[in-house]
């Protein structure tokens, strides 16, 4: 298992997760709208939630978001891409949480560290071509659009356009 080391904002604290966030994180990823823009439909069930977010066979890190009352705010996950330096980040914000901001907070903060406190070259994320806001955020994020996959994935919502985003080290880093 990879380390994730504590990393914090103004107002949240990111930490590595535990089975009780899953509680936390059901009422979003249970909402099919809240889930339209990922590969797989909305969750029945916290055991099956649960069997996703702790699969032994992914090789990634999960941040928790939490704000200073301990309530869990987001997930944000980091995992290797396709070569050494290069990591593939992911977010989603709990929806009783979105438009405040802290998705921008929270995906600055774990930019920051694996660039500048792990080394890493690059960061990439991919995008669905309909999710303006992830789009939006990686935009203001300092990303660029690398690629365009039209058609490129069918996922329970469809076939879907997909967008690779890219930030250098070399790039300016988002600030707080």
């Not at 649960?50 to 890190?61: F, T």
């Not at 309530?71 to 405040?100: L, S």
């Not at 500048?116 to 994020?141: F, P, V, Y």
């Not at 058609?151 to 919502?157: L, M, R, S």
Request: charge should be negative.
């Amino acid at each position: 298992m990879r380390e994730v080391p504590v990393l914090r904002t103004a107002r949240f604290t990111l930490r590595a997760m535990r089975r009780s966030d899953t509680a936390a994180l059901f009422p979003t990823l249970s909402d099919e709208a809240q889930c339209r823009y990922l590969t797989r439909p909305a969750f029945e069930s916290e055991e099956e939630l649960w069997g996703w977010l702790a699969d032994p066979e992914w090789n990634g890190r999960t941040w928790i978001a939490e704000d200073a009352a301990g309530k869990v705010a987001g997930r944000f996950v980091a995992y290797p891409a396709h070569e050494d330096g290069i990591e593939e980040i992911g977010y989603i914000t709990c929806a009783d949480r979105q438009g405040a901001g802290v998705a921008r907070e929270c995906t600055a903060a774990l930019v920051r560290h694996l660039i500048e406190g792990e080394g890493k070259r690059k960061l990439i994320a991919e995008a669905d071509m309909r999710n303006s806001a992830s789009i939006r955020l990686l935009e203001r994020l300092g990303f660029s659009r690398e690629a365009l996959f039209r058609e490129h994935e069918t996922t329970h919502a469809g076939l879907c356009d997909v967008a690779i985003y890219g930030l250098l080290a070399t790039d300016p880093l988002p600030e707080d």
